[in-house]
């Protein structure tokens, strides 16, 4: 099956900690996406890539790190600077950066106690 | 700066009525509009888009959209609401500025909900 993966689904930690979420796509797309998702907000871009071994800041970047090491891989650290790190992290890809939309991924919800 | 307006936080509707979900742009450019449907606890799904052409854009699960450039507003429709339509429903458009890198804005969302 073509599509987005990411894992976990559920993801507990408590705060001070760093943590990875994953994100893979086979579906050979160039660009990659992570959104923040809070109740009452829309999504708001974190981080964004656009080729292998780049990217850019979204909206909201501080207290995260990414890498584009592989086209199919784009890991989302959410680091103990992050202030309210609970929310629901979705992961996106898209052919291009011009008229096409973006394929979602599952999304990882993370809870920071 | 480029934004995105859904006026309504949730919509009621009796199945077999048709349902509007209201969108509103803000775009320095040519705007690229979306539709996206989430369940809950799920990722986004596609529902359609506009990019040029046709002003009435067809989609998935029988969704429609109106581009209207005179009132910027990127309404969705569907003639017969089904219960299984009940989700949120997110606007969003693209932001053309330089070196966006396809970057989507999107509205704050819609909860549809169609009842029986």
């Known amino acids: 099956d073509g599509g987005i993966t990411q894992s976990p689904k559920y993801l507990f930690r408590k705060e001070g900690q760093n943590v990875t979420l994953s994100c893979e796509q086979n579906l050979n797309h160039d660009a990659m996406y992570w959104y923040r998702q809070d109740p009452g907000q829309g999504l708001r871009l974190i981080y964004y890539?656009?080729?292998?071994?780049?990217?850019q800041k979204g909206d909201i970047a501080e207290g995260y790190s990414v890498s584009r090491e592989k086209k199919e891989s784009f890991p989302l650290t959410v680091t103990s600077a992050q202030k309210n790190p609970t929310a629901f992290y979705l992961c996106?890809?898209?052919?291009?950066?011009?008229?096409?939309?973006?394929?979602f991924g599952p999304g990882t919800r993370l809870t920071v106690t | 700066a480029q934004s995105v307006a859904q006026p309504e936080d949730q919509v009621n509707v009796a199945e077999g009525n048709p349902l509007t979900v209201k969108c509103t742009y803000s775009?320095?450019?040519?705007?690229?509009l979306f539709w996206y449907v989430q369940y809950p606890n799920r990722g986004l799904q596609f529902l359609l888009k506009?990019?040029?052409?046709?002003?009435l854009v067809k989609g998935s699960y029988g969704f429609e959209a109106e581009f209207n450039k005179s009132q910027t507003s990127f309404h969705l429709k569907k003639p017969s609401a089904l219960v299984s339509d009940s989700a949120l429903y997110f606007c969003?458009?693209?932001?053309?500025?330089?070196?966006?890198?396809?970057?989507?804005?999107f509205g704050q969302g819609t909860e549809l909900s169609v009842k029986p």
């Open positions: 890539s656009q080729i292998v071994n780049d990217f």
């Open positions: 775009v320095s450019g040519n705007p690229y």
């Open positions: 969003a458009v693209r932001d053309d500025g330089r070196n966006q890198g396809g970057k989507l804005i």
């Open positions: 996106a890809s898209s052919p291009g950066t011009k008229s096409y939309e973006q394929y």
């Open positions: 506009y990019i040029t052409g046709d002003n």
